[in-house]
């Protein structure tokens, strides 16, 4: 499949910026934000909490065989359906900062969309702390597999 | 996995990120690096060190000399080092389409 997702991220700058087009309207792309039970398919977490409302507040966790590996949870600073949503970001039992996040919603024909991710971190080192995260995890997932093929082997 | 954030952790600093400039056209000597600097010799031998123990820096004996390199292999890392974060939104986003095309159909 074709990588539609781009990736800004600047040099010495504390922020990132995350762009994609969807081949959905964007009242669909917004749902997908919006309806708990969607959000927990694509994001492969646990919703705990997610009110759609200014000064409403989220939570998410996800657990790998039976233990919570991660969770994470936020204020929801604004929320205009079909627009945007700006909302807060932390991560807990990890040394990051909490992260403000702005999401854009654009309608860009009747069956295309755009989502605008701009997220702003506490410094630039967070910032690419972070962006070394999903590699660390691939690590780990890399090594899990290992670890079931070797267990197999015994 | 230490080691790569160190590598970060050495390219957050400005001094570094000058030094890896200075070398990157021609392999220099800790004596010829510092010239360009106005802070004290044993600092630039701090981050020289740095830069040396997360492979950014290349360090070749040449008779009593030591000249820096820049490793170029090292530097690529860094330029891809976004790709898995990308590769990790996109996978998510295409996941989010196929389910939300589903949505629509129903």
Partial sequence: ??????????????????????????????????????????????????????????????????????????????????????????????????QLEFLE???????????????????????????????????NMAHDRLQAILSGLQ | MNLRRDVFQAIADPTRRAILTLVATQAMTA??????????RPTVSKHLQILTECELLQPSQTGREIHYHLNARKMKEIADFIEPFRNMWDDRFNKLESIMKKYKTK
Avoid at chain 1, 110 to 136: C, E, G, H, W, Y
Wanted: aromatic share 10%; glycine share 4%.
């Fill in chain 1, 1 to 98: 499949m074709e990588r539609k997702t781009k990736i800004r991220a600047e040099e010495n700058c504390q922020e990132l910026i995350i762009t994609r087009e969807f081949d959905l309207p964007v009242e669909l792309l917004f749902k997908a934000y919006e309806d708990p039970e969607i959000v927990a398919q694509w994001m492969g977490t646990k919703v705990i909490q997610l009110e759609n409302r200014k000064h409403g507040s989220w939570r998410f966790e996800t657990s790998h065989n039976g233990q919570v590996m991660f969770s994470a949870n936020g204020v929801i600073l604004d929320f205009v359906p079909e627009q945007k949503i700006t909302r807060t970001f932390e991560m807990e039992n990890s040394p990051f900062p909490v």
């Fill in chain 1, 105 to 139: 919603f654009e309608k860009l024909t009747a069956d295309t969309s755009k989502l605008t991710m701009q997220i702003i971190f506490k410094s630039v080192a967070f910032r690419n702390q972070l962006l070394q995260m999903p590699f660390a995890n691939g690590l």
């Fill in chain 2, 31 to 40: 004596g010829a690096i510092a010239a360009n600097f106005d802070t004290a």
